[in-house]
């Protein structure tokens, strides 16, 4: 069972499209909610930490969101160097490790 | 900026052979952390290190995997007998405190 899912698989937008993209979890308790974004061949590049449902984060163009099913990462205006896979990973209270969904992938197109 | 280093990018090795994929982590972090992503697959926690030793590991991390900080900068994954299932990116990480990490570039590991 998937404890961590994120949708849309991919999503292709116009430079200047707001969009969100979603990563559900169902864990028993949680820690925390990381967003990471990663471009082809590359580590994961940290974005933001989520600890409670209603917190909201902001970098930029992002925003991150969360609620006690999910979160959503907001992305406004996109632009073309937007464009990378971005991956939720979720934190047990039991543990510290990371779970992580398969990601969306995000193009921008000029 | 501080950044966590990598070496090397990309290492080829023959099954049944041993690698050892090396990590400088941030300085002032205590927490370092391994994982791994399988090609199109997701990232794939490996083990968590704190206080010099193993504080967590998945089912993946058997006997065939060890770490190690051998000094204050350097954190090592070691895999003995390599096994074309170990094709995969690995990841290095680390914190200051337990949860959201820097990642490295990853080492490109091919098992032929």
């Not at chain 1, 698989?9 to 499209?17: F, I, T, V």
Request: hydrophobic share 30%.
């Amino acid at each position: 069972e998937d404890q961590v899912t994120q949708s849309p698989e991919a999503l292709r937008l116009q430079e200047g499209e707001s969009s969100s993209l979603n990563c559900s979890y169902t864990v028993s308790g949680l820690r925390g909610l990381f967003w990471y974004r990663q471009d082809p061949g590359k580590g994961p590049e940290f974005l933001f930490t989520l600890y409670s449902a209603g917190e909201e984060k902001e970098k930029e163009r992002l925003k991150a969101t969360l609620t006690k099913k999910e979160s959503f990462l907001h992305i406004t205006a996109p632009k073309p160097e937007d464009s990378a896979t971005y991956l939720c990973a979720v934190q047990e209270d039991s543990n510290y490790q990371l779970i992580w969904g398969a990601g969306t992938k995000l193009i921008i197109k000029p | 900026e501080p950044e966590v280093t990598q070496t090397p990018s990309h290492q080829v090795t023959q099954m049944g052979q041993e690698v050892i994929l090396r990590c400088v982590p941030i300085s002032n972090h205590l927490y370092f952390y391994w994982y791994r992503q399988i090609l199109g697959q997701k990232v794939e926690f490996l083990v968590s290190f704190y206080n010099n030793e193993i504080s967590e590991k998945s089912e993946i991390f058997d006997d065939q995997f060890s770490v190690e900080r051998p000094d204050g900068s350097n954190f090592t994954l070691k895999i003995r007998s390599t096994k074309l299932e170990d094709s995969a990116m690995y990841f290095c990480a680390s914190s200051r405190t337990p949860g959201g990490a820097f990642f490295g570039q990853g080492t490109r590991l091919t098992v032929v």
